[in-house]
């Protein structure tokens, strides 16, 4: 039989079907089904209706969810611009460190001490390229941690011979050494030794400056490479790569 | 000696966090098969069980102790349930689970690879079944049936009179019941080998089981 008997209430029917009822609603219920074939019909089916829902199972998904932290704390994935909108404090420092060292490497200083004249050029650098090589990118499918974070290092060390050689180059061609013996061949002339005295300061007072943007270069480009070691690769990729594209186009110049 | 939920709940509110976890551990399974059944889709359904931990997790000091933190979780699972279904604006759809899907075992028993054919055909069908129901009486069928619990526990957490829940019970059964047998199912005994006695018998067993 399909359709609704009334003979019990649907209420008392329920009761009965799922055991929440007491002793003598049950014994009313049992008593009506043996004489009542069409309720106990229903009763019946119904109970093989509940009997079939058994064999309907969720899948046996993996589930693992677990409370590591303060859930506040978690924000929802940032863009590569959003991140730009609002920049963390690392990559601020990066960049006002990128700025620096690119205003070193652009204004880098030359100095010439000839014939009793003293040049000093600030401007951008004409000798830059002969000692910048720039290699390719390391391969981004490179999986090891260690390899990729030591992989802006490995990037970064040209730069850090650039200053090296900047540095040699300047000890080779700054008249320091050199000009001494200028000056000390010079000794000799009365008339000249007041001019050479004033010159004398003149190249030592450049001089010290000229070490000291050399040495604040140093000190930035080192901040630099330390900046770019502290990426995290999975969320700073993008950026990363683009700092150094940056780096790159202004070492090269 | 295993720690009562209460006792779990007092200690991540003081900022025990592997107790919460033990708390997850234990009612994972039972929110993310109730979430499946409710809205039929497995991902979805994983989205809602554990949304409804974070939910529990953010709340937890403001859980008194005045329901028991099962009931209060299902309520919460429901709330989102019932979030989901009204944002996609979609009846309940169950995807069958396809061949290479096992469903989760019953519990307490051994089946054979045959048997475990059967029930997998058959959960297709009653997928179809339950498709045909209201959201109402699908969840109230869902949680008498699958979860054990008592008709004034979900009236409390249906937030209707418990005549109401009855009516949505027998009701829906008896929808399932002409489904089923448009479907050619005619009863459990020659599927599951489960007397009818026996069946009421497990449905006030899961009652016990429930109420640790």
Known sequence: MTETNSCVEKDALIDYLYGEVDADARTRVEAHLRSCEPCADEVRELTDVRGTLEAWAPPAAGLGFRVVSDAHSESAPVSFWGRLRHPPAWGLAAAAVLVLAAGAAITRPELEIGRGEMVLRLGWSDTASDVVTQPEAEPASRSDQATLAAEPRQQLQPLRGTAVAVGQRSGASVPVQRGADVFGGQTAAAAAAANDERLLRSTRQLLFEKQRIADQRQADLSELQRAFGEFDRTRAEPARQQLLEVLRRVSAR | ?212
């Not at chain 2, 019953?106 to 209201?134: C, F, P, Q, W, Y």
């Open chain 2, 1 to 212: 000696m295993q720690r009562t939920d209460e006792e779990l709940v007092v200690l991540s509110t003081a900022g025990d966090t592997d107790s919460f976890n033990q708390l997850v551990v234990r009612w994972e399974r039972p929110i993310f098969a109730l979430a499946y059944r409710v809205i039929g889709r497995e991902e979805d359904a994983k989205d809602v069980c554990q949304e409804t931990f974070l939910r529990a997790f953010r709340a937890l000091k403001g859980f008194r102790g005045q329901a028991k933190f099962s009931s209060w979780l299902y309520r919460i699972a429901l709330n989102l349930c019932r979030d989901w279904v009204r944002r996609e604006r979609r009846t309940p759809m169950v995807t069958p689970l396809d061949a290479d899907t096992e469903p989760a075992p019953l519990n307490g028993s051994l089946e054979t690879a045959e048997e475990l054919v059967v029930r997998r055909d058959l959960g297709r069908v009653i997928t179809r079944a339950m498709t045909a129901l209201s959201e109402e009486q699908r969840t109230t069928i869902v949680l008498k049936e699958y979860h054990g619990l008592t008709f004034q526990e979900i009236a409390d957490l249906q937030g209707c009179p418990l005549s109401t829940v009855k009516t949505r019970l027998y009701q829906g059964l008896s929808v399932l019941r002409r489904q089923l047998q448009r479907s050619g199912v005619q009863g459990p005994a020659s599927i599951v080998g489960l007397p009818p006695t026996a069946l009421m018998a497990r449905s006030r067993r899961k009652v016990v089981n429930l109420d640790r």
